[in-house]
């Protein structure tokens, strides 16, 4: 499945600004969706290096009516949020989502897991951490993505509503990111479904020496290795021409999606 980004920040370091206004993000969401995303994943806070935090009001008062009008105009599409505050999933679910992105694992928020059990929806958990102090890398990027399942298997989050993702580009240096993709198939080896965030990232620059809007060919690559070692979500910018690389792939590995929207179910 193809997740299409779509960032309702100012600053994110590779669509800041476009798609503020709700008009302008619903587009964006229809035109993802026409070009073959599953799901349209909407973030409010910016995660590029040296992001200004931003209030969890303001947060809201971003991604709220987007979620809103995206829901209405599209009402058979997954909706994931791009969050970590545990009251924006609350609100964001009552608006529209169906599926909780959280790019700290549920670490940062005691109460994220808790929300993904109550209303029963998927939570992608993403590695990331406040150090580099890794003393064996791959094994301490294993032990904390499980650390983050096993949170939410104890706040009441099903077993097939937890999804890993090896936070390509968080805590790493380009030459980590390359190695957790080389070995992604020990985080597929976990158990859990696995979610890829390459798309567009400084890696993908360093290695090919591009900038930002010129990387499409780089995330395809990565892309496409994930998915022949089992990853079956990639969160991307540039969905038409990653959506045919994945059908492609996936014709060749034999896969089937593995969400089926059922309300509020996974």
Known sequence: MVMGILNI???????????????????QAIKMAEEGAAIIDIGGISTRPGFQEISEKEELS??????????????DIWISVDTWRSNVADQAI??????????????????????AAKYNI????????????????????????????TICRKAGVAEHHII?????????????NLEVLRRIDEIVALGYEVL??????????????LPVDQRVEG????????????????????????????KMTDAIMGKRSILKKDGRNG
Not at 62 to 75: G, Y
């Open 94 to 115: 009552k608006a529209g989502a169906d599926i909780l992105n959280d790019q700290w694992g549920a670490k940062a928020d005691p109460q994220m897991a808790e929300v």
């Open 164 to 176: 890993l993702d090896p936070g390509f580009g968080f805590v790493k240096t380009p030459e980590q």
């Open 196 to 209: 890829l965030g390459t798309s567009r990232k400084s890696t993908i620059g360093w290695v090919l020496d």
């Open 62 to 75: 971003r991604i709220i009516p987007v979620i809103k009008a995206v829901r209405a105009s599209l009402p």
């Open 219 to 246: 995330t395809g690559a990565t892309v496409v290795y994930g998915f022949s070692k089992g990853c079956t979500i990639a969160r991307v910018h540039d969905v038409r021409p990653i959506v045919r690389m994945v």
């Open 9 to 27: 920040t100012p600053d994110s370091f590779s669509d800041g600004g476009k798609y503020i206004n709700p008009q302008e993000a619903v587009l």
């Open 122 to 149: 998927p939570i992608c958990l993403m590695h990331n951490r406040h150090d580099t102090n890794y003393l064996d890398f791959m094994e301490d990027v294993k032990r904390d993505l499980l650390e983050s399942a």
